[in-house]
């Protein structure tokens, strides 16, 4: 999965090389991949320059070339596979004990706000593509989040993107503000649906759509399910104030380096109807091989801070991961480091 920001923004833009994208490249020169065709020869007697007409002759005025209209893009629907989240009770916390919950009622609409920051750096020989940065500004989607059905299996839910932005991130960003402001709008029209248990964890695969895309369009989504926020998982139990809990899965980085995350959540107050979480997660993951290049050395850290109302499908939260992983190919090492962000701010639902 790559990000082409060069196509997107133009000679500007270096083009993203962090993550998978630069070490598939890799991996397919290292293993001989397609070469360009040698120059063909011109056969004897054939003249290296066109004929010049004579002075009686004149030169035929050139016709131009007829500009054919851009056939529209094919729609784009793509999907977030759920995660096996498993989550242990650590302590149930103090005070009166209730169950939390995401239990939206059907026919709620809430106002949602989500923003996703990216940078990345690559270390490698200059071989293999050499050292690179990719950072942008932070980019905005923001929306209705509409429950279509609720009962105690989960709440279906349609997200849909009716505006966009782009905010600075100083110290960040190879492309410019307004440049990523006209890539981000071409996710207008996005849905995000699918269907989220009381736990926070997925019920089946998310798919992305966009009815109409433009150019661009598919960078925007290929970012969206890269850095895409989960809510954070909740245990069965009845807890309070105090209550910790841990919650284990498996994740794929940049969706092909299986990865392991252990997230330890505890409730820093309730009140009213109103829970403040926070958590602190660890990545780590065993080397692998893939596509003919050993990753190794896999490993990051996180933090994730939510305040969740009851009743309302979204939380307000914050989730930060860094981390970084080497990849081996034929003796060469590329190491890859990244910092993915994201925030959702849900206003109060309806």
């Known amino acids: 999965m790559s990000l082409n920001l060069r196509a997107a923004f133009g000679a500007a833009a270096r083009p993203t090389s962090v993550g998978?994208?630069?070490?598939?490249?890799?991996?397919?020169?290292?293993?001989?991949?397609?070469?360009?065709?040698?120059?063909?020869?011109?056969?004897?007697?054939?003249?290296?320059?066109?004929?010049?007409?004579?002075?009686?002759?004149?030169?035929?005025?050139?016709?131009?070339?007829?500009?054919?209209?851009?056939?529209?893009?094919?729609?784009?629907?793509?999907?977030?596979?759920p995660q096996d989240v498993k989550v242990k009770l650590v302590s149930a916390g103090k005070g009166t004990k209730t169950k939390l919950a995401y239990a939206p009622k059907a026919g709620v609409k809430q106002p949602v706000e989500l923003a996703i920051d990216f940078y990345g750096k690559q270390s490698a020989p200059p071989e293999m593509g050499g050292d690179e940065e990719s950072g942008m500004p932070t980019l905005v989607l923001a929306g209705d989040a509409d429950v279509k059905a609720a009962d105690k299996t989960g709440s279906d839910y349609v997200f849909t993107v009716t505006s966009t932005d782009a905010r600075a991130f100083p110290g960040r960003e190879q492309v410019p503000l307004d440049k990523v402001k006209q890539l981000v709008a071409t996710a207008q029209g996005l849905t995000i649906t699918g269907k989220v248990a009381p736990t926070g964890t997925a019920v089946g695969a998310s798919t992305l759509a966009l009815e109409k895309p433009v150019r661009g369009s598919d960078d925007v989504v290929q970012l969206i399910q890269i850095a895409s926020p989960r809510w954070p998982a909740l245990p069965t139990e009845a807890i309070g104030t105090g209550a910790k809990w841990k919650a284990t899965s498996s994740t794929k980085i940049m969706g092909k380096v299986v990865a392991t995350t252990v997230?330890?959540?505890?409730?820093?107050?309730?009140?009213?109807?109103?829970?403040?979480?926070?958590?602190?997660?660890?990545?780590?993951?065993?080397?692998?091989?893939?596509?003919?290049?050993?990753?190794?050395?896999?490993?990051?850290?996180?933090?994730?801070?939510?305040?969740?109302?009851?009743?309302?499908?979204?939380?307000?939260?914050?989730?930060?991961?860094?981390?970084?992983?080497?990849?081996?190919?034929?003796d060469k090492v590329i190491k890859f480091a990244m910092q993915i962000g994201s925030a959702v701010t849900a206003s109060e639902a309806k």
């Open 20 to 81: 998978l994208a630069p070490l598939l490249c890799v991996v397919a020169f290292a293993c001989g991949g397609t070469s360009k065709p040698a120059p063909t020869a011109l056969p004897p007697d054939q003249p290296t320059e066109p004929a010049q007409p004579t002075a009686s002759t004149p030169a035929p005025e050139p016709t131009p070339p007829k500009e054919e209209p851009e056939p529209p893009l094919a729609p784009i629907s793509e999907t977030l596979e």
């Open 263 to 330: 997230t330890d959540y505890e409730v820093v107050s309730k009140k009213g109807t109103t829970w403040t979480i926070k958590g602190t997660t660890k990545l780590t993951g065993a080397e692998q091989e893939i596509d003919g290049a050993k990753f190794g050395a896999i490993k990051g850290t996180g933090t994730t801070e939510a305040t969740i109302v009851e009743g309302a499908l979204f939380p307000t939260f914050k989730t930060t991961l860094d981390a970084s992983l080497e990849a081996k190919v034929q």
